[in-house]
């Protein structure tokens, strides 16, 4: 049934990126069976072996014990596509910001997957994705922290018709999974990133007019405001790619200036300097 915690037995993630790769590992790590899907056999397998290494490195620091990275590896599998997530009992989507996809992608999860799975998604608008399901009591949000095994915040963001069973039981499985929630009304970036990106875009703004270098601008966040990492530094963390698509949209959908995108993020990413994924965004990492 629908929202009972425990008929969740097996997680499906779609999308073995760093987000949904982090999600599957978390699962394992707290005894469900998971299935990691992507568009093909190989990109699956290839973020079960980036878990691998990430649960590796955690076993040398002593963070882990072998035996319990050992048993969550023996419990994920790779997948293709919505169709290799029949038999989960919770689909969470984490693919590539971008609605039209992730609407498709729905469709897809909604044929295939079993009646009375949940439907989750990592980001995007929640009823927008729950309409063109037939199971819109099943549709809700759970936008996960980067890096996931890291960071303790999940939000929990219910669409116009999701049930009072599917909250409950993603907020049951949220705390098995050693997190945090809070809960968002269904709007543009939530509760956090509503916050975040405008931070990140001001420290942008600031950098475009040579207010300050960017480790100066670092600098002073993380000791003015005792925040851990710099906004141009996180920014390089998140991706400044992700970045600008959180700003555009909030822009487009909230409709004030405020949100507009710096140029300087916006030339950024036209050069390919997405941070430290590519080696190179406010900050240079190639050494």
Not at 94 to 116: M, V
Not at 161 to 184: F, N, P, R, V
Not at 243 to 266: M, S
């Amino acid at each position: 049934m629908s929202g009972d915690i425990s008929a969740i037995k097996q997680v499906g993630v779609l999308g073995a990126g760093q987000m949904g790769a982090g999600i599957a590992h978390i699962a394992a790590l707290a005894g469900y069976e998971v299935k990691l899907a992507d568009i093909s056999l190989e990109r699956a397998e290839k973020g079960i072996e980036g878990i691998a290494k990430r649960l590796g490195r955690s076993v040398e620091k002593g963070r882990l014990e072998a035996v319990a990275r050992d048993a969550a590896l023996t419990r994920i599998g790779a997948a293709i596509g919505p169709e290799g997530l029949a038999s989960c009992d919770l689909a969470i989507e984490a693919a590539t910001e971008n609605i039209e996809l992730k609407r498709r992608l729905f469709a897809d999860l909604d044929r295939a997957c079993k009646p009375g799975c949940i439907l989750a998604s990592n980001t995007s608008s929640i009823t927008l994705l729950a309409a063109v399901t037939g199971r819109p009591e099943d549709v809700i949000g759970m936008h996960f922290m980067n890096p996931v095994p890291v960071m303790k915040l999940v939000e929990i963001i219910r669409g116009l018709a999701t049930s009072d069973a599917t909250y409950g039981a993603i907020l049951a499985l949220s705390a098995k999974l050693g997190k945090t929630t809070i809960t968002s009304k269904d709007s543009p970036g939530f509760i956090v990133n509503r916050i975040l990106i405008p931070l990140i875009n001001e420290a942008c703004f600031a950098l475009q007019e040579g207010l300050a270098t960017a480790a100066d601008i670092d600098t002073g966040i993380k000791l003015g405001l005792n925040h851990p990492m710099g906004p141009l530094e996180l920014a390089d963390l998140i991706g400044l790619d992700t970045c600008l698509a959180i700003a555009d949209v909030l822009h487009h959908e909230l409709g004030e200036d405020k949100y507009r995108a710096a140029n300087v993020l916006r030339v950024h990413v036209a050069a390919g300097w997405l941070g430290r994924k590519s080696g190179r965004g406010f900050y240079d990492y190639r050494k």
